[in-house]
């Protein structure tokens, strides 16, 4: 599967596709308005890609770097090509892209009472297979938190901190509750048992 990245930009003529996808692949407390996402990619340090399997558009990531960290905030795969190894060949690509970066991102945390934890659960193993790790971090937006894996442990929660407050500015970040911070001992033992 040959795999083709093109920056997301409103000429893009999968570009309503990509707004749609993003708009339910994720629901809307774990979602920044997409206008506020797209005029964020006026910044270099922001990468938003529309992704392409074989020439054909799949899905779409959108990574935030600040030195050689690089978050991987969002990435979601068409729901019509979701099942083929699609996930997989882009998480290889973007592995290949950001060599030498230390690449997170964060993911819902495991939870019984969820009615989507099988869901959760597969989608760990997913990042696990794809070789990221859970670390010592974790990552709150809103009322949400999530678990942070990366392809480094090397990652410290004021670091993500930082990368994040550069990304939204002090008062976004202030408004959208967005912290990063170490977990907790009971946190690492649950997830460790997982």
């Not at 978050?71 to 068409?78: G, P, Q």
């Not at 760990?124 to 790790?133: D, P, V």
């Not at 002090?170 to 009971?186: D, S, W, Y």
């Amino acid at each position: 599967m040959r795999m083709t990245l093109k920056r997301v930009k409103s000429s893009l003529p999968e570009y309503q596709k990509v707004k749609e996808l993003y708009l339910t692949a994720f629901p809307p407390e774990e979602r920044p308005p997409f206008f506020l996402i797209m005029s964020k990619t006026n910044n270099e340090d922001v990468d938003f890609w529309a992704i392409y399997a074989d020439g054909r558009w799949v899905g779409l990531a959108y990574v935030i770097s600040s030195g050689d960290l690089s978050y991987l905030y969002y990435l979601a795969v068409s729901e019509s090509e979701r099942g083929k190894g699609c996930g997989s060949a882009i998480m290889r690509t973007l592995k290949r892209m950001y060599e030498g970066q230390r690449l997170f991102l964060a993911l819902e945390q495991l939870d019984e009472s969820a009615p989507n934890n099988n869901e959760r659960i597969k989608r760990r193993q997913f990042y696990i297979k794809s070789g990221l790790m859970p670390i010592n971090c974790m990552i709150q937006e809103g009322r949400v938190i999530y678990d942070v894996m990366s392809t480094s442990e090397a990652i410290s929660p004021p670091e993500c901190q930082k990368l994040m407050t550069d990304y939204f500015g002090r008062l976004l970040t202030e408004i959208l509750h967005v912290r990063a911070f170490p977990k907790l001992e009971k946190e690492n033992e649950r997830n460790d048992n997982a």
